[in-house]
């Protein structure tokens, strides 16, 4: 296994200028049953397609090219505007969805990374390492390489009698002695711009897929007098591809593995790491304790010292420090300091929590502001609502904010109490300090300062039940 050679901090980064990533992403993934394109599939929350871009950029790429194919019009929206998406109209084979790439990369005197678009473990330090070898040696190709102690199905690295590279042979075109070979290729390559599309060039289809192998290259540019070279991972994990819904859910393990450990290394403690689920672009600051079963997805950032779950799902929701947040759903809100929700809420796009206000048990906010240090404890709807601070809202408030059309707005100034089980019909203003009592319908505006009631009219007749007895059924 050829090593890089060790140099000045900045050594790779230098050697790895001027570097081009080529993403495939045309394939139709038949085995994963689905009616959308493999890549679209997504690795906590992120999809698979995207996991290979991000991989590229983050190794350096200067700039990433996508290959679409089949269902481009779900693929391409996800790489559109960071990457260069090309088409291969037909899929025939990995050389020729490279080749599908030539025009875009014209003129370009680098290096050419070729990754797979469905395999989302790839690390980007690998691609770096990749390329610095390359650009030591000045090789045509390397190949990302892998030990495997059931190689089945991956292409083997067949090297010559001085353990050098000769080919890579394909599962299905492999003699018995090849098959039995257990370096495999990974699918990765760091090619030599000018050597690759030359080499292309000379690929055909003369196999028992009757496709274009990429594979092909490394034997033509062998025989072209240039260097092909193998850099072998120990880490065989980074070249899992997701071919089916139980690869899906390995490659999910992995990555769920990799950024939680991350997380504790930083500070954050995770009661159960195999019940978190973390998507890759989730903050989280230190002494923060994530209870079992939470799923934190989107761009969540998750101050200190708060403690999330159990039984929790954030989506693209801020959470300040010191917050509380139990059994909740919430999609795009937003709690500030010392704000605390649950169990069993429902914070829904809009809502947000003020510093040390309190939404309770089974309590549905949407599209509403809950001022400082009010609090919402629990049974209540609020929906399209402004509430001040200091305001106490009754068990089983609900701001009527829809009329079969519109909706319409509520505002609770500060200081107002909202007696139990109130219905407050927007648009409608409560004024400051006032009170509502319980059991009330508000239609009207409330006066700062009054009392609010919106009762019918109690009745009572006497002697009634005697006067009608209920014959019970047996």
């Not at 274009?212 to 490394?218: E, P």
């Not at 159990?310 to 709690?335: F, K």
């Not at 040390?356 to 240090?373: C, D, F, P, R, W």
């Amino acid at each position: 296994m050829r090593k890089v050679r060790a140099g000045r901090p900045g050594d790779i980064e230098r050697r790895c200028m001027e570097t081009a990533a080529i993403i495939l992403a045309a394939g139709a993934g038949t085995r994963m049953k689905s009616k959308k394109p493999k890549v679209v599939h997504e690795v906590l929350g992120r999809p698979l397609v995207r996991w290979a871009v991000e991989a590229a950029k983050k190794a350096g790429a200067d700039r990433v090219v996508t290959v679409v194919g089949h269902g481009r019009e779900q693929v391409a929206p996800l790489v559109e505007g960071d990457t260069e998406v090309v088409v291969q109209t037909q899929q025939r084979g990995t050389a020729d969805a490279v080749l599908a790439a030539k025009d875009a990369l014209a003129g370009f005197d680098g290096a050419v990374v070729v990754l797979s678009g469905d395999s989302p473990l790839i690390r980007p330090d690998t691609i770096r390492e990749m390329c610095a070898l390359r650009a030591e040696h000045n090789a045509a190709v390397v190949v990302l390489t892998m030990e495997l102690a059931n190689p089945f199905g991956y292409g083997r690295i067949v090297r010559d009698g001085a353990g050098e590279v000769a080919r890579i042979v394909e599962q299905k075109d492999a003699s018995p002695e090849e098959a039995a070979i257990t370096e495999c290729n990974s699918g990765f390559y760091c090619f030599d711009a000018a050597a690759l599309f030359e080499a292309l060039a000379q690929v055909d289809a003369n196999n028992a897929q009757g496709e274009f192998y990429l594979t092909d290259v490394l034997a033509i540019a062998r025989e072209a007098g240039r260097a092909v070279l193998a850099y072998k991972t120990d880490d065989a994990e980074q070249c899992l591809g997701v071919n089916s819904r139980g690869q899906l859910a390995e490659a999910t393990r992995v990555m769920q593995r990799r950024i939680n450990e991350a997380h504790m290394a930083a500070g954050v403690t995770l009661w159960d790491p195999a019940t978190a689920y973390i998507g890759p672009e989730v903050t989280i600051a230190a002494d923060v304790e994530v209870l079992p079963n939470v799923i934190l997805m989107g761009r969540p950032a998750i101050g200190e010292d708060s403690l999330i779950g159990p039984n929790t799902r954030l989506t693209d929701t801020c959470v300040g420090v010191g917050c509380t947040v139990d059994e909740t759903v919430a999609v795009s809100a937003r709690l500030d300091d010392g704000a605390s929700c649950g169990p069993r809420a429902y914070l829904r796009p809009g809502a947000h929590l003020c510093e040390g206000s309190k939404a309770g048990t089974h309590v549905e906010i949407k599209k509403s502001t809950v001022g400082k240090g009010s609090k919402v404890p629990h049974l209540s709807y609020i929906g399209d609502a402004t509430i001040g601070e200091g305001v106490n809202i009754g068990a089983g408030t609900i701001t009527c904010n829809y009329d079969g059309a519109n909706k319409h707005a509520t505002v609770i100034e500060d200081g107002v109490f909202v007696g139990s089980d109130t219905m407050l019909v927007a648009p409608v203003t409560i004024g400051e300090g006032a009170l509502v009592g319980a059991g009330s319908t508000i239609t009207k505006n409330v006066s700062p300062g009054a009392l609010a009631l919106g009762r019918a009219r109690q009745s009572e007749i006497a002697g009634w039940v005697a006067a009608h007895p209920i014959e019970k059924k047996k």
